[in-house]
């Protein structure tokens, strides 16, 4: 698929805040952002495979929109995985955003605006453009797909590291086709 990050590597995150397996990618992927290539540009996307995951990722939006992401993204995840949490609705949602000191009418005029509209729409076709199989799933420069569980040892625990290895060497060879 096309990118829209021009010379730069484009790496997609595809998440739901209610996926068990993306929030316990949280901590490795953050030590990844921290060191990954000056040339790429990441982005998150939040994933919808049903209506039910539309309340989480009109949240994410209005986070977006109101700045809020990197304060936060993390506190959504511990939210729901473990203070157990339920946000699956506009209204436990605004009352969680409330909770956390955010103007309550502000957080729901934006959750309500034309442009999380916009963009929770722009998920949905994403989500089906990629034919994302499932959460978490990084997607590179528009050409591959990594899932975490590429990297289960055989204990089925997941190698956060070797998945990261991963990544970092479908970024190189996307940048090989970027002609660097």
Not at 125 to 131: H, I, N, P, S
Not at 137 to 142: Q, Y
Request: hydrophobic share 40%; net charge positive.
């Amino acid at each position: 698929q096309p990118t829209d990050s021009g010379n730069k590597v484009e790496v997609l995150e595809f998440f739901w805040y209610g996926c068990p397996h993306c929030f316990n990618l949280q901590p490795s992927l953050e030590v990844w952002l921290k060191r990954k290539p000056a040339d790429v540009d990441f982005k998150r996307v939040p994933a919808i495979f049903q209506d039910s995951w539309v309340p989480l990722t009109r949240a994410y939006y209005t986070l977006e929109a109101m700045g809020l992401v990197d304060k936060l993204h993390q506190e959504m995840f511990a939210t729901l995985h473990k203070q157990h949490v339920n946000l699956k609705d506009a209204n436990a949602i605004f009352d969680w955003a409330a909770g956390k000191g955010i103007d309550r009418k502000k957080f729901t005029d934006t959750y309500n605006s034309f442009g999380v509209n916009g963009k929770t729409q722009r998920s949905i076709e994403l989500t089906r453009k990629f034919d994302i199989p499932g959460t978490p799933a990084l997607v590179i420069d528009g050409k591959f797909i990594a899932s975490p569980s590429m990297t289960m040892k055989s204990e089925r625990v997941i190698d956060y590291d070797r998945y990261f290895e991963v990544v970092d060497a479908l970024v190189a060879e996307s940048r090989k086709g970027k002609g660097k």
